[in-house]
Every structure is written in C-alpha cells, then in structure tokens.
C-alpha cells in the first residue's frame, strides 16, 4: 500500500470516526502546510488563521469525503481555494499570477564539523528565503508543492485549478528565475 493509498484510506476511517486516523494525517501535513502558508502569505499570524481553517474545513467535510484525487492533492486544492479566499476577503487585489489559467533544509545541510560551511549554508538558506519570497504567487505556489510537498505536476495542477503545462510553465519561470538571481545560469 503506497503512502498516498495509505492517506486515502486514513481518511475515510477518519470519516467514520476514527480520531486516531485524522492524527496521524495532520502529523503527516502539518508542518509542510504551515510552511507553504507562510511562504505563501508572508505574515505569521495570517498564516496560522489560515492554517486552522484549512484543518477545520477538513474535519467538517469528513463525512461527504470521496476518493476523487489524492489527499495531499485534495488537502493543498483546499489550501489553495483558502488563499484565494483570504485575498478577496482582504479587499485586496489579487495577485496576478493567480489569475492565470524542503527545499531550504536541502540547501543548509552542509557538514557540522566545517563552521565556515555552516555560515554558508545558513547564508544561502537566507538568500533562498529571500528569493522564494520574491517570486510571482502562482510561480512560488507550484514551487512550494514541488519542493515542500513532493507533488507531481498533476496533483498540483488539480489542486490549483489549473492544467499540467500551466503548472510546468510555471515552475519553468520559477527555476529558471532563482537560478538567475542565485548566480548558477
């Protein structure tokens, strides 16, 4: 049984009442969430708010639950709508780029024995930060489910409403640009 099968099948125990179904999902997505929410929306508080609706919105619609996409692709389309929502509500205009139709733990491993490649690490860590963060929405969204998350571009696509070469388009243009500004091209 594959992870993805295995989420599935938590959550429809989940929908039947298993409590201890629902925990082990939030363990498993917690942390990679909070994270795209706060790379996503820039702002601590906003995020947790964000965060708690998301896993509110899940724990009621456990009953109408249906195996149509996988969990994680059905947990980050949820994620994704809430941003969406979050942007209106603020009488903001919304981003551009969503009106089209991790990564940074890799980067600061270096060897604990080497201080100077600690600083390094922590610096480019810092710089990638900076550089996601810079990034168009829907270029750093798509970023974030590749890195952070694992998702194919498939699941990403359904969980942003959009098609598969949108998502590799945009993640294209987001490689391609921290590329760019990190000196590698």
Same mark, same amino acid.
């Given at each position: #049984? $594959?992870? %993805?099968?295995n989420? %599935?099948i938590l959550m429809l125990?989940? !929908?039947?009442?298993?409590?201890?179904a629902f925990e082990?999902?939030?363990r498993?997505?917690?942390? !990679? #969430?909070?994270?795209?929410?706060?790379?996503?929306c820039?702002?601590p508080?906003?995020? /947790?708010e964000? *965060?708690?609706?998301?896993?509110?919105?899940i724990?009621?619609?456990?009953?109408?639950? =249906?195996?149509? !996409?996988? *969990?994680?692709?059905?947990?980050?389309?949820?994620?994704?709508?809430r941003? +969406?929502?979050?942007?209106?509500?603020?009488?903001?205009?919304?981003?551009e780029?969503?009106?089209e139709? $991790?990564?940074?733990?890799k980067?600061?491993?270096?060897?604990? $024995?080497?201080p100077?490649? +600690?600083?390094?690490?922590q610096?480019? =860590?810092?710089?990638l930060? %900076?550089?996601i963060a810079a990034?168009? %929405?829907?270029?750093? /969204?798509?970023f974030?489910?590749?890195e /952070? =998350?694992?998702?194919?571009l498939?699941?990403i696509?359904?969980?942003?409403?959009?098609n598969?070469?949108t998502?590799? $388009?945009?993640?294209?243009y987001a490689f391609?640009?921290l590329? /760019?500004?990190?000196?590698?091209?």
């Open positions: #049984m $594959s992870r %993805e099968e989420d %599935e125990a989940y !929908a039947k009442g298993d409590a201890a082990t999902l939030y498993r997505y917690k942390d !990679a #969430m909070y994270r795209y929410l706060l790379r996503q820039q702002n508080a906003t995020a /947790e964000l *965060f708690q609706d998301i896993w509110l919105r724990v009621n619609a456990r009953q109408d639950y =249906t195996v149509k !996409a996988s *969990f994680r692709t059905w947990l980050y389309q949820i994620a994704h709508n941003l +969406i929502d979050h942007y209106r509500r603020q009488n903001t205009r919304m981003p780029s969503y009106l139709n $991790s990564i940074l733990e980067v600061a491993t270096t060897e604990a $024995s080497d100077q490649r +600690i600083v390094n690490g610096q480019q =860590t810092a710089h930060a %900076e550089l990034l168009p %929405e829907a270029q750093r /969204e798509a974030l489910l590749k /952070e =998350t694992g998702m194919t498939e699941e696509a359904a969980a942003t409403g959009t598969r070469e998502v590799k $388009s945009r993640l294209r391609k640009r590329r /760019e500004n990190m000196g590698l091209t």
